[in-house]
């Protein structure tokens, strides 16, 4: 990693974005059916989890916008695309199954987004850009799993729309490690901050608090 890091940094690749402006959180797909290693889960996905708690609790002590994602495929499988022809097992998540909820420590609050999406992205033919964008959020911190596919998809989609992504190392899981690593290291590279999410809270605590 050494090597290809130094491969990386003689070619130009990650420079340093910072915390900038308005912040915002986006929590991809920490659903039931991705924390559950007998469905979707596995890998680091629990501790991502766990590792959540805290930073959604952060979020809303300081008044960010919060937005969760999730997938849900229409009950008679009207939707089904290339998505659901690779994986044609997402096709069983439907807004009603258990394992298509939000995960129940991390419920959304009122006022908090939830999109819900048929692709990778959360971002990708929904209204996430233009709710985030209303709210000032210059500076999107991600959280949620799995990391190798719809938080990459999700980063990169945010990156293209302008904001600054800023992702949790601890707060974003896969099941299995190897591709975990490699995106993260490739998302730090090429589309995001990406650190652990106590260094996160180190670098934001002297921003000023709401007073409500």
Not at 14 to 33: C, K, P, S
Request: charged fraction near 20%; charge should be negative.
């Amino acid at each position: 990693m050494q090597a290809d890091q130094a491969v990386y940094e003689r070619q130009g690749f990650g420079a340093r974005m910072g915390i900038e402006g308005q912040i915002g959180l986006l929590i991809v797909d920490f659903v039931n059916g991705f924390a559950d290693p007998a469905v979707f889960g596995g890998g680091n996905i629990p501790q991502a989890i766990a590792a959540t708690v805290p930073l959604l609790a952060e979020a809303r002590a300081r008044g960010w916008p919060v937005a969760h994602s999730r997938i849900v495929f229409a009950d008679n499988g009207s939707d089904s695309n290339i998505f659901s022809l690779k994986v044609p097992s997402m096709l069983t998540l439907k807004e009603h199954d258990h394992n298509s909820a939000i995960v129940a420590q991390l419920e959304p609050a009122e006022g908090e987004l939830v999109v819900r999406k048929t692709v990778p992205s959360a971002f990708f033919g929904t209204g996430l850009a233009a709710w985030l964008t209303q709210r000032g959020v210059r500076t999107l911190v991600v959280a949620g799993a799995v990391t190798s596919g719809c938080v990459r998809a999700s980063v990169v989609d945010a990156m293209s729309h302008g904001f600054r992504p800023v992702v949790l190392r601890d707060c974003v899981g896969d099941r299995a490690l190897a591709p975990h690593e490699a995106n993260l290291f490739d998302m730090g590279q090429k589309n995001a901050e990406v650190m652990d999410s106590d260094a996160f809270m180190l670098a934001i605590s002297s921003l000023p608090r709401p007073h409500y």
